[in-house]
C-alpha cells in the first residue's frame, strides 16, 4: 500500500443557516492548519487529496499552497451523510453520532449508516491510490470517515472510542505498508516528524 496520511479539517464557523457541507473553517483553523503546512515532514508527501465538502478543501488548499501541489477533490470523500437532520445542536449531536457509531449497521435518525460509510471512504482511498501507486498522498477529510477508515486499517471494529480527541479537529493518522495506524494525533504532535506515530 502506498503510503499516506490522512487529515481530518480544524475547527469551522458554525453557522446553523447554512448545510454543514458549506461550512467555512474558522480563524483558529486557519491559523492550525498554516502551521502544520510548514512542517518539514509534510514534503514527504507528492499527492494532496481532498473531500468535497468547504472545510476540507480550505484546509487542503492552504496545504497545497505551502507544498506547492495541486489539490485532486474526490467528491465520495465526504463526511458521513447526516442531511436527514441537517444541523444539530452540539448536545444532540453527540448523542446522536455515539449512536452512530454503536450501531454501524442501522441508519440513526436517517444518518447514512456507520458501515455504508466506512465501505464508502475506504473505497475512496483505495482508489486514489491505485490512480497514483508509489505516490505518497496527503488525504483531506473529517473526523467521522477518518474514524471509520482508521477503524478498517486498524482492524477495530466500528466504534467511537477510537475517535479523535477533543481538540477541535485536525488530527492525523499515517498508513503504508510498514506502517498501521493506532489512534489519531493532533496537528501539533511532535509524532509527525519524530517517528511513525502509532502509539496511542
Known amino acids: 500500500m502506498t503510503p499516506f496520511l490522512y487529515l481530518s479539517h480544524p475547527q469551522v464557523k458554525v453557522d446553523p443557516a447554512k448545510p454543514v457541507p458549506d461550512w467555512s473553517l474558522s480563524e483558529a483553523g486557519v491559523h492550525r492548519t498554516q502551521a502544520f503546512a510548514a512542517r518539514p515532514a509534510l514534503r514527504a508527501f507528492r499527492r494532496i487529496v481532498s473531500s468535497d465538502e468547504v472545510k476540507a478543501k480550505e484546509t487542503a488548499a492552504i496545504l497545497g499552497a505551502a507544498l506547492g501541489i495541486a489539490v485532486e477533490v474526490r467528491p465520495h470523500m465526504h463526511e458521513n451523510d447526516r442531511s436527514a437532520t441537517g444541523f444539530l ?90 506502517e498501521r495506524p493506532v489512534a489519531w494525533r493532533a496537528m501539533e504532535d511532535d509524532a509527525l516528524e519524530g517517528g511513525k506515530g502509532t502509539s496511542a
Open 89 to 178: 445542536p452540539e448536545p444532540e449531536f453527540q448523542a446522536v453520532a455515539n449512536l452512530f457509531f454503536a450501531h454501524p449497521d442501522e441508519s440513526v435518525r436517517g444518518w447514512e449508516r456507520a458501515r455504508d460509510a466506512q465501505a464508502r471512504i475506504v473505497g475512496a482511498v483505495t482508489a486514489a491510490l491505485q490512480d497514483s501507486p508509489g505516490i505518497p498522498a496527503i488525504f483531506v477529510g473529517h473526523g467521522g470517515v477518518g474514524t471509520l477508515l482508521l477503524c478498517h486499517l486498524a482492524g477495530y471494529a466500528i466504534s467511537r472510542s477510537h475517535d479523535q480527541p477533543p481538540v477541535g479537529g485536525g488530527c492525523w493518522f499515517r498508513a503504508g505498508p510498514d
